[in-house]
């Protein structure tokens, strides 16, 4: 069985670019993205790294880590983080595991436990390594995503499940579709509406079960 919401993730040690980390450890008390690849010097992976480089000052906004995750060696990340910083014009500043062996990949069940890989693997052969974990600072998973090879994800997307994971994190509210910043969000239902109005002032009943209310409250 895949990770759950609200499992606490997999600790892992393991090799990035920028050295040895322990994961738990390297969460620290912020939220942390973990996204995977299935293989450097691919061409969607090379926008989708680049995506996120270019949107390093959102992350820290939101005391948010992220870190990158291919099936080769931390040399190779090296090297490709050249192509990635020229195509996207912003440098890569964040680490990029190497799950050489596949050990977070299965500990993260993103490829089936026998997975085997020979040398000289195409991404084609990891193509289920292309997910993205979403963590909450208690370590808890807070939201995953899986995408097939023929279609880059949105990371304007990602950041945006982030800021709705973030207001909901711990409070009575969630957010209804296409949510921004700065938008109404939806009462739980595990508030009454004297509950609700006490704890929120005004709210917009739109339906017994549907009551709005402003973010800031």
Known sequence: MGLRINDIVPDFTAETDQGTIRFHDWIGDNWAILFSHPKDFTPVCTTEFGAVAQLADEWEKRDTKVIGLSVDAADEHVKWKSDIEGYAGAKPAFPIIADVDLAVSKAFEMLPAEAYMPDG???????????????????????????PMSVGRNFAEVLRALDALQ??????IATPANWTVGEDVIVALSLDDDQAREKFGEIDVKLPYLRMTKRSA
């Not at 997910?131 to 939201?143: A, E, G, H, N």
């Open 121 to 147: 693997r195409t991404a084609a052969d990891s193509a289920s390594v292309r997910s993205v974990f979403i963590i909450s600072p208690d370590k808890k998973l807070q939201l995953s995503m899986t995408y």
């Open 167 to 172: 207001a909901t994190y711990g409070n009575s």
